[in-house]
């Protein structure tokens, strides 16, 4: 049943009147806040309810499951009307944000007991996908990003912040990789100009993963707006220091980004600290076929975290740390320096093994610093996020003593960020209680001897409840009233209170305050006087307290920007901790990477699939691709055999390289990889228009046009989507073009079911052919998932079709089909019909690779002839025995017969 948090209507205010011809003051008001933003829904604050009207009360009841209502009040019309308690916020206003709204929180800002009229109230703050920085509406896990598109001519701009953490990034791609951009930051909302027919905007709606999209005034993306925007936030005279020379549609998209957050989020936003350019050239790139492809962060058909690198990589300690892994997933380096500084930690961490156990350790007793002095900077922290900043920072001179053994560069740099906490946190612990409450305003937050007028207060109000606990035992003595007590509430303050039976008794100096149904309630002066003494220590008392909590709240944000190059630092220890950690548990190998176009793996294995099937023993291969020798390994086999696994291993472990990490072999020799590709399963794209099949074709495109020889290309299936002959002409061409096109020869994996393409090798010296093992018994297959040398000339598609439980009459069937066609596939000669033409011309040593040979061409016999004069003038009939002529003999028959 729906939860209907919507009171009776006696219980609301009478101010709800929204639909007389003339509007209440009330309505006028909310109106005019509803005006400022349109398009959010306003949460409008009475009383203890959350009001929302009209369309955003049609909008709240169907998300959230509350009552829909209306008023009219006897008028033509009613007003939608729906709402929920105050504390129910943070529970709906999630609901809300992740079904893709946009939420405006309208909160009193006045006492209502003060108010003289309508009480005051203002838009607090906005929360959308992309601004959202508490807990519930995010993943400790993973960035928050929102980002913002800015068009500048050749380049697009692209920033990029996590409001939750003050991440805050901006670079400049040509317009085509945009979206490759967007799939490596996983943006949950985009802002562009609200300009008419801004092509941003719809890119951003063609992209497959559903983003937010919010239109913000074009004004703030203008280049000088934005540099003065950023100028003055960062308190700078130029943006030159920052490492922004010569950028422009950049600073437009981190400008207009920056005044954007700070209109919805009604904050400075201090903890921005620092823009930091990304240049594309420093990282390998990763188009988002090729991310979604090899389940880098998500698997292709499941919502789970299950069977993806993240998850075969991942053993950090610290949310800090889990996110900074994922960002480097999405973006390997190029830079040889990095990677192999990455690997001297990895190396360290996974041979220590006792640093490695106490690292680990202590990191799990680190909080969140990134989120926890963002939620400092938007004065949300409460004593218990202080205090766990105080305990994390008590931590670091441990984790610098552990390191202080490793002669890593970064490892110093870590342990230099660490340092110079001692003293702060030492003062926050002198402070704050040991186990503060959460709440602000009710005191108990601040230890004592912190202030002397806060420990006089605390003095008073203990005393004075003590004094009022003796007076019940006085006052008792005195009347000789045994059922005496005194008591406390928040209407009627301290009283005296005595039952009907004993009125009589009742002293002259007692004052009648409350008639009850069983009792009277008295109070004295004296008591009146200790009740005023106590009411004042408190209410002082906890305003003091918060005063005080204020203070060093804002002490802990001076230190921001050290607090979050100390995060950065753990968030970068717990990666090489958690690499060594995998690493050393299943035998991964260092790589050793060099410029060059090479990839050579000994016994490398996937670091998903191995572990996933665990009933299964991994079966390890390797890898050969040598520049000059060996580019493009064309692989065949049956389906189920492991091509696919095989393909991807390599691409994953190359990723794995880039990042730092060590990779699941017994040795690797990788080349940087410049750039990534994937051309694999079947997808269609159906809201775009595009069928399987163009997909397909797009992506071919996109690796045709871009890849170079530095790159990694895995094909697998290239062509299945069209007619057979259609899908092998094009995979044919498409390895001719990866093999011939100078600058665009990158290392490739080409996994078919196309045997005609086996003949390939022949024709070109950098294709290799490799085949899939498998071991025939009884009409079975057992796959043995081996790599050899060769090609495979058969597809095993029926015995699969066995193993999916395809009925057998269809089996049956099936095989007779398929005798048929392999009869009309090959010539009298058992050759296959489409390539035998080239199979002849390469015995003639006339390299050609068009299919269908010209008229122009030697005829067939003229071609046979020269092969047989060519092979009889190697003949040494001098060295001819008897037995190896008539063995020479037969083979010229063989030849003369065309086999």
Not at 33 to 57: C, H, S, T, W
């Amino acid at each position: 049943m729906a939860e209907n948090p919507v009171y009776p209507e006696t219980d609301r205010p009478a101010a709800l009147d929204t639909t007389q011809a003339t509007p209440t003051p009330l309505m006028r008001q909310y109106t005019a806040i509803k005006r400022q933003y349109p398009q959010a829904v306003l949460l409008y604050r009475m009383g203890d309810f959350y009001e929302m009207f009209n369309d955003d009360a049609r909008i709240a009841a169907r998300i959230l499951g509350i009552t829909l209502t209306t008023r009219n009040n006897g008028s033509a019309e009613a007003t939608p009307l729906a709402g929920f308690p105050h504390h129910a916020l943070d529970r709906y206003a999630n609901k809300l944000v992740k079904a893709g709204h946009t939420i405006a929180i309208c909160e009193q800002t006045e006492d209502p007991k003060a108010a003289k009229g309508v009480v005051k109230r203002d838009i607090v703050e906005i929360i959308s996908a992309g601004t959202a920085t508490e807990d519930m509406f995010i993943d400790e896990k993973s960035n928050n990003y929102i980002a913002a598109l800015a068009q500048g001519g050749a380049v697009t701009g692209i920033a990029q912040c996590d409001l939750s953490t003050g991440e805050f990034w901006v670079e400049e791609v040509p317009p085509a990789q945009v979206e490759e951009e967007l799939a490596r930051m996983d943006p949950t909302e985009v802002v562009v100009a609200d300009a008419a027919d801004n092509p941003l905007a719809g890119l951003v709606l063609r992209l497959q993963k559903k983003i937010v999209l919010t239109p913000f005034t074009a004004y703030a993306f203008d280049r000088d707006m934005a540099r003065d925007a950023l100028v003055r936030h960062f308190d700078t005279i130029s943006l030159d220091g920052m490492g922004l020379e010569g950028f422009t549609a950049g600073i437009g998209a981190a400008g207009g980004l920056l005044l954007y957050l700070k209109d919805r989020k009604k904050n400075g936003l201090q903890h921005i600290t620092n823009l930091l350019p990304r240049r594309v050239s420093e990282y390998a790139e990763l188009d988002p076929a090729t991310i979604r492809n090899l389940e880098l962060l998500q698997p292709l058909h499941t919502d789970e975290s299950d069977g993806t690198l993240i998850w075969a990589l991942d053993r950090t300690s610290t949310a800090m740390g889990a996110r900074m892994l994922k960002r480097w997933i999405t973006r390997p380096l190029k830079d040889l320096g990095r990677i192999n500084d990455r690997l001297d930690c990895v190396e360290w961490l996974k041979r220590d093994i006792f640093t490695r156990g106490e690292t680990e350790v202590v990191l799990k007793q680190v909080a969140d610093l990134e989120r926890l002095i963002g939620r400092v900077m938007f004065e949300r922290a409460n004593g218990r996020d202080c205090l766990g900043l105080k305990n994390s920072m008590e931590a670091f001179p441990r984790l610098v003593r552990l390191l202080a053994a490793s002669s890593s560069g970064l490892i110093a740099e870590i342990c230099a960020r660490l340092a110079g906490f001692d003293e702060f946190a030492a003062a926050i612990g002198r402070t704050l209680a040991d186990n503060p409450p959460l709440s602000l305003r009710e005191g108990g937050i601040i230890r004592n001897g912190v202030s002397a007028e806060l420990d006089e207060l605390r003095d008073a109000a203990v005393n004075g409840k003590k004094w009022i606990a003796a007076l019940q035992e006085s006052e008792r003595a005195r009347t000789g009233i045994g059922s005496l007590k005194v008591g406390y509430n928040k209407v009627f303050g301290y009283y005296i209170e005595i039952s009907r039976a004993n009125i009589a008794a009742a002293p002259a100096d007692y004052m009648r305050k409350q008639t009850l149904t069983n009792g009277e309630r008295f109070v004295t002066p004296e008591l009146k006087e200790m009740e005023e003494k106590i009411l004042k220590a408190e209410e002082r008392l906890n305003d003091l307290e918060y005063e005080i909590f204020c203070a060093l709240r804002t002490d802990i944000a001076r230190r921001c920007a050290d607090i979050q190059k100390a995060a950065e630092a753990v968030a970068s220890l717990d990666v090489f901790a958690s690499l060594g950690r995998v690493a050393a548990e299943h035998g991964y190998c260092r790589p050793v990477l060099r410029d060059g176009c090479d990839l050579l793996v000994k016994d490398g294995r996937h670091p998903v699939v191995e572990r996933m099937n665990a009933d299964e023993r991994f079966v390890p291969n390797d890898t050969q691709l040598r520049q000059g020798e060996s580019q493009i390994l064309l692989i065949t086999g049956p389906n189920m055999a492991g091509k696919s696994t095989y393909l991807r291993q390599n691409a994953l472990i190359a990723i794995m390289a880039q990042i730092g990490s060590f990779v699941p072999a017994a040795s690797a020799e990788i080349g940087v990889v410049d750039k990534f590709f994937t051309r694999v399963g079947a997808s269609d794209r159906l809201v775009r228009g595009q069928s399987t099949f163009l997909v397909e074709m797009i992506e071919v495109a996109n690796i045709l046009n871009n890849a170079t020889d530095q790159s990694l290309v895995l094909l697998d299936e290239v062509g299945r989507g069209t007619s057979t002959f259609d899908g092998i002409s094009i995979a044919w061409a498409v390895a001719e073009h990866l093999h011939e096109t100078p600058g665009r020869r990158p290392r490739t994996f080409f996994a078919t079911h196309y045997h005609e393409l086996t003949e390939l090798p022949l024709l070109f010296g950098r294709i290799k052919n490799l085949h899939i093992k498998v071991k025939e018994w009884n009409d079975k297959i057992i796959f043995l998932r081996k790599i050899d040398e060769g090609s495979c000339d058969h597809s095993y598609g029926i015995q699969v079709a066995r193993l999916a439980g395809v009925p057998k009459a269809v089996l049956i069937r099936a095989r007779e089909i398929l005798s048929n066609l392999e009869k009309m596939e090959l010539t009298p000669e058992q050759e296959p019909a489409l390539a035998k033409h080239e199979r002849r011309r390469r015995r003639a040593a006339v390299l050609q690779t068009d299919l269908f040979a010209a008229p122009s061409d030697p005829s067939p016999q003229e071609i046979l002839a020269q092969e047989l004069i060519d092979e009889l003038a190697k003949i040494d009939e001098n060295n001819l025995t008897p037995l190896a002529a008539l063995s020479r003999l037969a083979e010229l028959k063989k030849l003369a017969r065309g086999d």
